[in-house]
């Protein structure tokens, strides 16, 4: 026959085991809301960067077209 504090003892474990199951959960949930912010942040940036580099390069060739009519047909 099982006694009092076997019992107390195995309602402690399973309560700790919940305890642990929805930690992790959670924190599993947690991460991956991290994780999809992180890569909308990321594709964000890497856009921004595409569009920059766009625009200095099309610097660049606006430049260079001043400079050769400045300079003209020598």
């Known amino acids: 026959m099982a006694s009092k504090d076997d019992s ?6 399973n309560t ?14 947690l991460l ?3 994780s999809n912010k992180f890569a909308g942040v990321s594709s964000e940036i890497f856009a921004k960067m ?6 200095l390069d099309s610097l660049e060739a606006q430049l260079a077209a ?7 047909p020598n």
Not at 50 to 55: E, F, G, I, V
Not at 66 to 72: H, N
């Open 8 to 13: 107390t003892t195995n309602q402690t474990a």
């Open 16 to 29: 700790n085991d919940d305890a642990r199951g929805e930690l992790t959960a959670q924190l599993e949930d």
């Open 32 to 34: 991956n809301t991290l």
């Open 50 to 55: 595409d569009d920059m580099s766009r625009r």
């Open 66 to 72: 001043t400079k050769d009519k400045k300079l003209g």
